[in-house]
T-cell receptor, first 113, second 113 residues
C-alpha cells in the first residue's frame, strides 16, 4: 500500500535554531517528492520538488534531501524564524497521474520566541 | 493575479442541508482540483478536472458529493445532504499542466452540526 509517514507529528523549537523534519514513503513507482508549507488558515504552498535523480534542493533557508534507496526525505530549516511556524506536508507522486499523489499528514512546527 | 479564490471561507450548516462550495482557478490554468483536509486523514484528493472535464472522481467519498466545472473560471463542489462527518476544510487548487506545482486557494472551513 502506498503510504507517506512524517515525523515528528509536532515540534517546538526556539527562534534561531535549526530543525529537521522527516518523511518516509512506501510509494511505487516513484515519480517525485514535494514539500509543502501550510500556514494556519491557508492553503499549502510548494517549497521544493525533487525527482528520482535529485538528492538535495534548497529554497532559501529550507533544504530538502532525498534518498531514493531508503525512501526517505528530510526538510531542514536553518536559523528558524517565527514565520516558519506552520504545518509541513510531504507529498509523493506514485506516477504521472494526479490521482497517484500520496499525502503525509504533516508535521506541525511551532517556532517560539 | 489574485490566486485561487474560494467562497465562502466559512460555512456552518445543519445536518441534511445542501452545501455548495465555489472556486475560481487562476486564469489560464487548465487543471482544477478539489481536496478535503481533516486532522485525522490529512489532505485527500476528491476530484480533478482538465479543461473543464472531470478526469478522476475516485476520491469522492459518496454519491452525496458532486462537482461541476461549467467553464474554465468556475467550479462547484456540492454536498447533498450534508452530514457531521463531512466537517473539514475543503481546498480548491489549480495548475497549468501535468503533475506540476498546484496553487491552492485559502480553503472553505465547513462545519456540519
Amino acid at each position: 500500500k502506498n503510504q507517506v509517514e512524517q515525523s515528528p507529528q509536532s515540534l517546538i523549537i526556539l527562534e534561531g535554531k535549526n530543525c529537521t523534519l522527516q518523511c518516509n514513503y512506501t510509494v511505487s513507482p516513484f515519480s517525485n517528492l514535494r514539500w509543502y508549507k501550510q500556514d494556519t488558515g491557508r492553503g499549502p504552498v510548494s517549497l521544493t520538488i525533487m525527482t528520482f535523480s535529485e538528492n538535495t534542493k534548497s529554497n532559501g533557508r529550507y533544504t530538502a534531501t532525498l534518498d531514493a534507496d531508503t525512501k526517505q526525505s528530510s526538510l531542514h530549516i536553518t536559523a528558524s524564524q517565527l514565520s516558519d511556524s506552520a504545518s509541513y506536508i510531504c507529498v509523493v507522486s506514485a506516477g504521472a497521474g494526479f490521482q497517484k499523489l500520496v499525502f503525509g499528514t504533516g508535521t506541525r512546527l511551532l517556532v517560539s520566541p | 493575479d489574485a490566486g485561487v479564490i474560494q467562497s465562502p471561507r466559512h460555512e456552518v450548516t445543519e445536518m441534511g442541508q445542501e452545501v455548495t462550495l465555489r472556486c475560481k482557478p487562476i486564469s489560464g490554468h487548465d487543471y482544477l482540483f478539489w481536496y478535503r483536509q481533516t486532522m485525522m486523514r490529512g489532505l485527500e484528493l476528491l476530484i480533478y478536472f482538465n479543461n473543464n472535464v472531470p478526469i478522476d472522481d475516485s476520491g469522492m467519498p459518496e454519491d452525496r458529493f458532486s462537482a461541476k466545472m461549467p467553464n474554465a473560471s468556475f467550479s462547484t463542489l456540492k454536498i447533498q445532504p450534508s452530514e457531521p462527518r463531512d466537517s473539514a476544510v475543503y481546498f480548491c487548487a489549480s495548475s497549468l499542466q501535468g503533475p506540476n506545482e498546484q496553487f491552492f486557494g485559502p480553503g472553505t472551513r465547513l462545519t456540519v452540526l
